[in-house]
């Protein structure tokens, strides 16, 4: 493996880490407190600058506008964005948008690119994603209540779904339905593309995360659908294939995210070395003592940077496999860096929140959205115990274990 950086992305990262730390960090806490929907012009502006840099969409290719970069790539520059809660969304690959992107130029039709990716990736609307429900455990999606069944040219949808990220305000919905089931159980649900004016479309509410129910694209939703009608055509890719195709936005998927996670690392540490440096705890017989001078402070600064360098080739690794042998070859390891760089990433803001004392729990600075807001990297993409076990299983399978 070469661990030198890619020529292309020691041209683009310094320019996209600029734009983070001087148009975004200065104005993350009062989008991140004053509403998402009301910073929207201020955002649209700096997304403006972004695309004239450049560097606009990581993900896709340049016919749609994009930078078009390979995965390894593409992981860096998620980390760089990672420094900003608002960095994914302005560089035009936010979740669910990006993974959406993804599967609509994949799998969709030349009138679904048309219609859906192609004003979705310019950054004209946004789209949210919506397999999980309420009533049945999101760690097993093949058990779904939500059912699509086609009447003459028409699915009509019925379903009661949550944690739909971004659905305020979204234009169209992807939805997993159950279309057959009789099927085997990964053959059972569909992909249907649901516009978000459909009659029978219910954005119940914004799901409140400890306490913050968000707004916009900053936020979850709680949907009812009931008897929305979809045209026939809107079925994403075939009938019973929503699992193989939510595999396919699984691998990259898992890159973007462990890596954006390991940029939230790289700025509580930062904010946490600042800290500990500016923090007089006193002095004695004259000379100063920052909190920076305890042991145990520099204790939790060598062990964050130790575990954050570690997590980073491990992700690094699991992106080049992807890139060079395939998603199935890399299995194993989309799964470890889940679990692995989430629970890293919680130490490490929960130090920096510590090393702040009564600050660090206050909205004065961006660690206790960080805090609140990415508990859930331990729970969505597939819970940690979930991960965990899918690891220890295939290496105890060498060993003569079967599954139980
Ligand atoms: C911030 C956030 C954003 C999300 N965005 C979306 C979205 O855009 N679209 C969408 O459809 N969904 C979304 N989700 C939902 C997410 O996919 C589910 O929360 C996740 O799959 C877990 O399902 P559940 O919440 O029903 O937990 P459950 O399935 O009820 O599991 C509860 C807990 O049980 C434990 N557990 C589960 N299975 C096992 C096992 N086999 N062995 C041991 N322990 C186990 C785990 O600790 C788990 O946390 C989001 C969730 C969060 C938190």
Redesign the pocket.
Same mark, same amino acid.
């Given at each position: 493996m070469d661990f030198t950086i890619p020529k292309r992305a020691q041209e683009f990262l310094p320019r996209v880490e600029a734009i983070v730390r001087e148009k975004l960090q200065p104005i993350e806490l009062s989008v991140l407190h004053g509403g998402f929907n009301a910073a929207l012009p201020q955002l649209r502006d700096i997304r403006n600058h972004v695309k004239e840099m450049g560097l606009w969409a990581p993900h896709l290719p340049a016919v749609l506008g994009g930078m078009g970069l390979p995965l390894v790539e593409h992981g860096m520059m998620s980390e760089a964005l990672g420094h900003s809660p608002l960095g994914h969304f302005v560089f035009g690959c936010p979740a669910?948008d990006a993974g959406n992107m993804e599967i609509l130029h994949k799998f969709g039709t030349e009138a679904q690119k048309e219609t859906w990716l192609a004003p979705l990736a310019a950054g004209d609307l946004r789209s949210? %994603?919506?397999?999980?429900e309420p009533e049945n455990?999101?760690?097993?999606?093949t058990r779904m209540s939500c059912t699509a069944v086609l009447d003459g040219d028409e699915w009509v949808i019925n379903g009661h779904?949550w %944690?739909?990220?971004a659905a305020d305000g979204a234009a169209f919905a992807i939805v997993m339905a159950v279309t057959n089931p009789k099927a085997q159980r990964h053959g059972q649900a569909s992909m249907l593309i649901v516009p978000t004016d459909s009659p029978g479309y219910e954005l119940v509410r914004n799901i409140p995360i400890m306490g913050d129910p968000g707004e916009g694209w900053a936020s979850?939703g709680e949907i009812w659908y009931r008897d929305v009608r979809v045209p026939k055509e809107n079925l994403l890719g075939t009938q019973g294939a929503a699992f193989a195709i939510a595999q396919e936005r699984l691998g990259p998927g898992r890159i973007h995210h462990c890596m954006r996670w390991l940029g939230i690392c790289e700025r509580a540490l930062s904010m946490m070395c600042a800290r500990a440096a500016e923090r007089e705890l006193g002095s004695i017989r004259g000379t100063s003592r920052p909190l920076a001078n305890q042991q145990i402070i520099q204790s939790w600064i060598a062990e964050s940077r130790a575990s954050i360098n570690a997590a980073r080739l491990t992700v690094l690794q699991a992106a080049w496999k992807i890139q060079n042998e395939g998603f199935y070859a890399a299995r194993e390891e989309i799964s470890l860096i889940k679990f692995y760089v989430a629970d890293i990433m919680m130490t490490v803001v929960d130090r920096a929140i510590q090393v702040h004392g009564a600050l660090g729990i206050t909205s004065d600075t961006v660690l206790a959205y960080y805090y609140a807001h990415e508990r859930?990297a331990r729970?969505?993409?597939?819970?940690d115990?979930?991960h965990k076990?899918v690891v220890a299983r295939r290496m105890l399978k060498e060993y003569g274990v079967t599954r139980s």
């Open positions: 669910p949210c %994603f919506s397999m999980t455990a999101g760690s097993n999606p779904k %944690f739909t990220t979850h859930g729970i969505y993409d597939g819970p115990e979930v076990m």
